[in-house]
């Protein structure tokens, strides 16, 4: 792996960062005001709106699209370090358009959609024009085992009828979500369990759609995006809007989440280097018994120990990107799962330590440090807990030194 950035990703970096310099980080506190002035807060917030222009005229306008004819043209490798530019505000992503689930859903329905499905979904997410939501996690069952799924997609002549209930579809509460990815059950009695789920693009204008409630994260909101419950009744879909073909839905999933994972990383890196600088600022101006916060031994070990977890992740998180895109997402699932528990369980841990040196601040929305926690928890959780991560981790470590199966065993 060479560990050198092409040039191309280079000035890619720089524009990014001066992109930050004069138009992000001016504008955190007038994002903060105005969601807290905001009357309705499921509307899109101002001032992303305006910096969109701004983002597409200096060209960092859907960067994260793998080799892409609609995006940068880059590869996992080389869209990691924007990324990590763009996990030091939370918000920032949108203004590229390079927000998930948008992400995700844009190179699905470009990997796995028709040429109808592209031009009337794909079209008008890469030009901002509209939103999405990703429907796949339900209350009833545990979902981490992506099998369990219940909700049925059933065929009825030149429709599809679905029925069931998902929760943390994030985006669906956002009023610019015009189409959802669902995945369900089209044949539940298959003898392969991953042959029996299929993912259907559902236009949020079709009836027998509700969304029941929001669900807040740790007592945030995350509007305008958000996180819903919703429940399908007797959905009639077309029978064309079926993605690749039935039983193919956990293999999309696959391919879907293998970037996500990749880019929630990297985001998370991002996020950890920016708690780090409040961290080390906040200690060498708060002077706790007679002398700076950042002379006390038991402080400059979080910091030394912070700057080490954050290399060693990004270190892991590029070498994962890099395997993806030279032998493929199948090949590279455990460096895939590797950084996924990694780069989750480092965030925590170094947000942890900057609250910890912002004392009662750090618990407040003063610093921006609530918000880290609440984003760095729940990456423990999203695309596939930790435990499922290790268990395959495991599984695909403990088979290197299985011996070879005899033809009896295989015969039985």
Same mark, same amino acid.
């Given at each position: ?9 280079? *000035? ?183 042959? *029996? ?56 999933? *696959? ?23 409040? $961290? ?29 977890? %954050? ?24 460096? %895939? ?68 199966? $005899? ?6």
């Amino acid at each position: 792996m060479d560990f050198a950035f092409p040039e191309k990703v280079e *000035q890619l970096r720089a524009r990014l960062l001066a992109f930050f310099d004069e138009h992000i980080y001016p504008n955190e506190q007038v994002h903060r005001q105005q969601m807290a002035e905001a009357k309705d807060r499921w509307q899109p917030v101002p001032i992303v709106e305006a910096l969109k222009p701004k983002a597409r005229e200096a060209g960092l306008w859907n960067l994260f699209l793998p080799e892409s004819e609609h995006g940068a043209g880059l590869t996992n490798l080389e869209y990691a370090p924007l990324a990590e530019i763009m996990g030091r505000v939370g918000w920032s992503s949108e203004v590229f358009n390079c927000s998930a689930p948008d992400t995700g859903n844009m190179e699905t329905i470009e990997r796995y959609g028709t040429s109808e499905h592209k031009e009337r979904w794909l079209k008008p997410l890469l030009e901002g024009e509209i939103r999405s939501c990703f429907a796949m996690t339900e209350p009833d069952v545990a979902s981490s085992d992506a099998t369990n799924i219940q909700t049925r997609i059933l065929r009825d002549g030149d429709h599809y009828v679905i029925n069931g209930r998902k929760w943390w579809s994030s985006g669906a509460l956002d009023p610019r979500c015009a189409v959802f990815i669902v995945m369900g059950k089209t044949a539940p009695d298959s003898p392969d369990r991953h042959r *029996q789920q299929s993912m259907i693009l559902v236009p949020r204008d079709t009836p027998g759609l509700t969304i029941v409630r929001h669900l807040p994260v740790f007592g945030f909101d995350d509007a305008p995006h958000g996180h819903a419950e919703l429940r399908f009744e007797n959905m009639r879909v077309p029978a064309s809007n079926i993605l690749l073909g039935e039983g193919r839905g956990f293999e999309i999933a *696959q391919g879907r989440l293998g970037p996500g994972r990749i880019h929630h990383c990297m985001r998370a890196i991002g996020m950890a280097e920016r708690a780090l600088e409040k $961290t080390c600022r906040r200690a060498l101006e708060r002077r706790p018994f007679g002398k700076p916060l950042a002379e006390q031994g038991v402080m400059r070990e979080r910091i030394a120990n912070a700057r080490i977890m %954050i290399d060693q992740c990004r270190l892991l998180t590029l070498h994962a990107a890099w395997r993806m895109d030279t032998v493929g997402n199948k090949v590279a699932r455990k460096d %895939i799962a590797a950084i996924k528990v990694a780069a989750a369980n480092m965030a925590c841990q170094v947000v942890d330590i900057a609250i910890q040196a912002h004392g009662g601040g750090g618990v407040t929305s003063d610093f921006g440090l609530a918000e880290m926690c609440r984003y760095a928890r729940t990456l423990r959780i999203v695309d596939g807990p930790d435990e499922v991560h290790r268990d395959q981790l495991a599984r695909m470590e403990l088979s290197q030194y299985k011996p070879p199966r $005899t033809e009896a065993q295989a015969a039985e």
